[in-house]
């Protein structure tokens, strides 16, 4: 199927002789998935379907409480702070953002009043320019009007830097201008292809100017608003415990009509996530648990109890190790793993090639992962256009200590390998959770067939991704030598998935560790691709170019992908939910629902 033939089909489904269904699924059967078919009916002027789930009540309200389980804990409730997953789930309750993603890569206006094609005037020609239309008649929770005056002290608290943001790289080069009370006008400096990056999704989060006017910029970490949001979401803000409890009531004055059901919404952190499914699928005490990072076969019979069921969302998020360059036991200016410092050991290419053959990925997923998750070698897997199909991994510990010889790292009489005086041994951490540590043990046991000493280091996940500036034990500091977790890809685009590639975006003091790269690795071949990808109208060469970032990464051996994830989630029989891969597991909360 050629671009002609694309064309050939889109012109069939605005004549009304070919459903979107059909179009999706005939662009399927040559490898491109439903999210970009849905971005390219869009850009073509066919407008979005509805959102994925069926809303059957007909009134808001009356559904009693809904109780979930976020067993990592939030820690805070600012959405442009939410560095981790846990923290963006939690927020999204209360703010939204002008649309996000459901599961089928539609964009679903939320706080716009439509999605902005060509046709409507929304999207310029050149793709330089977006016009949002704002829905009319939104109120705070605390009665104030929205606007587009808070859409636009929206991009300058997140553009400053002096804010310190994980969004800031949303924000930071484009223009945001008031038209009218409802209307705001986004301005990019070049031609950009994914224009659905700021005000949409994850990043996308509108905050009320009333409350946080007076605390952007280097105020920002001591806005009331952090732990005490004012939202527009369909729950407003009852009691915050940051680690442990999270509770909201249901927004009488909620801008969707006949939302939300429930009346009430409790977010419980703490325990595990073992505990978590047994809770939901075992016991039916809470309604839905987040982020089943449980062994298959534990899964597998908890569902027998007949209270609740597993559910599995294709995702973009992968489960990986980075290998740190720089040196995380010295400090200079203030902070260790500092980008001007070079590790003693894994600055050898050789070391990290050895440690990548080192990973039996097919075993972890077989034994561990299960229905979860699939083996890779690729950082990015989805939506599947953008995955390499260069890169391929191998579990072999003769080819990794032939390597290790070949390099000069010769084994001591202890069993550990050295050069020079310096010793293969790294300290390795993850976050508390049985399969990462399994899965750390399996890897730690084939490293010291090959000579290399791994100590293994555990944190608990709600301090491992805190965003907090203060803890040494957060996965952006990167205090060690080598450490694993699941990044998300929050868009079916993987552009802004892969700014943990470039050199503007390495996490350090200045900007409070919420920077996205966190292995403080850069390549300049790999800034300039991604560069270029960003302004690359031409979807097969934007293609191309985002996927040499990733080839980067991994060739060189920072980035060792283990497994592509499957979103996995528990809920209770009834409980009606609409779980997208390319936005938080809140993004549509107030269309739950119970059948």
Request: hydrophobic letters at 40%.
């Amino acid at each position: 199927m050629d671009e002609n033939d694309i064309r050939g089909l889109i012109a069939e489904v605005k004549q009304g002789t070919l459903s979107r269904r059909s179009f999706i699924q005939s662009l399927a059967t040559v490898g491109i998935t439903a999210p970009i078919a849905s971005q390219i009916l869009l850009w073509n002027d066919v407008a979005m379907a509805n959102a994925t789930l069926a809303y059957k009540p007909t009134k808001a309200g009356g559904g009693g409480p809904l109780r979930m389980l976020v067993w990592q804990a939030p820690t805070l409730l600012n959405p442009h702070f939410a560095l981790g997953t846990k923290d963006q789930v939690a927020s999204r309750i209360f703010f939204e953002p002008l649309a996000g993603w459901d599961k089928e890569g539609n964009l679903i206006p939320c706080l716009a009043a439509e999605t902005p094609t060509k046709a409507n005037g929304g999207l310029s020609a050149d793709g330089t320019t977006v016009i949002w239309k704002l829905k009319q008649g939104v109120r705070w929770h605390d009665g104030k009007p929205f606007t587009a005056d808070d859409v636009v002290f929206t991009w300058t608290y997140a553009a400053d830097l002096a804010t310190a943001a994980y969004t800031t790289g949303s924000y930071k080069d484009i223009l945001v201008e008031k038209i009218d009370d409802h209307t705001v006008k986004v301005t990019f400096k070049a031609p950009t292809p994914f224009w659905a990056d700021p005000f949409v999704g994850a990043v996308g989060q509108i905050l009320p100017k009333h409350h946080f006017g007076d605390y952007a910029g280097a105020k920002s970490r001591d806005a009331p608003g952090n732990l005490k949001p004012v939202g527009t979401g369909p729950y407003k803000f009852v009691e915050f415990k940051p680690g442990d409890l999270l509770r909201a009531e249901r927004n009488p004055d909620y801008h969707v009509k006949n939302q939300p059901f429930f009346d009430t919404f409790e977010i419980k952190g703490g325990g595990d996530a073992v505990s978590a499914a047994r809770a939901v699928l075992q016991t039916g005490e809470y309604d839905y648990a987040w982020n089943l990072l449980v062994e298959d076969e534990i899964l597998k019979r908890m569902e027998t109890g007949g209270k609740g069921r597993v559910e599995y969302t294709t995702a973009g998020g992968i489960e990986f190790i980075i290998l740190n360059t720089t040196d995380p036991w010295t400090e200079v200016d203030g902070e260790r793993s500092n980008a001007r410092t070079k590790h003693p050991t894994l600055s050898d290419p050789a070391v990290r090639r050895a440690l990548n053959l080192l990973i039996d990925r097919e075993g972890i997923q077989k034994f561990i992962y299960g229905r979860a998750a699939i083996a890779t070698a690729s950082f990015v897997n989805q939506p599947p256009q953008f995955k390499s199909g260069k890169l391929k991994y191998e579990f072999n510990i003769d080819k990794a200590n032939k390597i290790l010889d070949e390099a000069g790292w010769k084994m001591g009489a202890d069993g550990i390998r050295a050069k020079d005086g310096k010793q293969l041994k790294y300290v390795f951490q993850t976050s508390i959770n049985a399969p990462r540590q399994k899965t750390q043990a399996i890897i730690k046991q084939a490293c010291q067939k090959a000579g290399i000493e791994i100590e293994l280091k555990s944190v608990t996940a709600s301090v491992f991704f805190s965003s907090d500036a203060g803890n040494p034990d957060t996965y952006t500091k990167f205090y060690c030598d080598m450490e694993m977790y699941n990044a998300t890809q929050p868009q079916p685009d993987p552009e802004r998935f892969l700014n943990q590639c470039v050199s503007w975006e390495i996490a350090n003091k200045d900007n409070k560790w919420l920077g996205r790269n966190v292995s403080r690795w850069s390549d300049l071949d790999a800034d300039k691709a991604y560069k270029a990808a960003q302004n690359e109208l031409d979807p097969v060469k934007r293609a191309a170019l985002l996927i040499k970032v990733d080839e980067i990464f991994c060739e060189a051996n920072i980035f060792l992908p283990l497994l592509s994830r499957y979103i996995v989630g528990g809920a209770v029989n009834g409980l009606m939910t609409d779980i997208s891969g390319w936005d938080v597991t809140t993004w549509n909360i107030a269309s739950w629902y119970r059948s």
